[in-house]
């Protein structure tokens, strides 16, 4: 395949892009032509719709703890809610370990939607040099997400590396 031609995007930049909620940028496959000498290479050009309820429909993006599509208004309010978000948040020595529903479907077109996630965060003066500082893993279920918290913070006590990065 010529490096000159460009696959299709079909990207959603919510909020992002010229301030429209819902906007889709995309842009067509095209034979661009060969960028001179010494030039940035040239770029597609991209074409702006509004995201219709259609295609909301047919990829849910949002999911509720259970993993039932749930619209971004419903997201909104259970998202605010930190009872509802938090599944873990426990101290390790210099660790904290979180657990979060993100309701945000990270699968990118996987089967089940990955929607909770486990970060560790080093709370010491010198967290940028540590390797374990925002290392995440993400879990399609609650009870993964439970289980995999509980196993993370089982190792961080027994001075192991979390059990994703092995």
């Known amino acids: 395949m010529a490096a000159d031609v460009r696959a299709v995007l079909d990207v959603s930049v919510r909020d992002a892009v010229l301030g429209r909620p819902g906007a ?4 067509t496959r095209k034979r661009l032509p060969r960028p001179v000498r010494g ?3 040239l770029r597609p050009k991209l074409k702006l719709t509004p995201m219709t309820r259609e295609r909301e429909d047919r990829w849910p993006r949002y999911f509720d ?3 039932v599509p749930i619209n971004i208004d419903t997201w909104g309010k259970l998202f605010e809610n930190n009872e509802y978000q938090r599944l873990g948040h426990d101290h390790v020595g210099d660790y904290l370990v979180s657990t979060v529903w993100l309701g945000l ?8 939607p990955v929607i909770f996630e486990t970060m560790i965060f080093a709370t010491q003066d010198e967290k940028d040099d540590d390797e374990l500082n925002q290392v ?3 879990y ?3 009870a993964a997400a439970l289980t995999g918290h509980q196993q993370t913070v089982q190792n961080l006590r027994e001075g192991k590396r979390p059990w994703f990065l092995n």
């Open 136 to 138: 995440c893993t993400r």
């Open 39 to 41: 030039c940035e290479p």
């Open 24 to 27: 889709v940028v995309e842009a």
């Open 65 to 67: 703890r259970n993993g």
């Open 140 to 142: 399609t279920s609650e």
């Open 105 to 112: 479907d990270h699968g990118f077109g996987s089967d089940a």
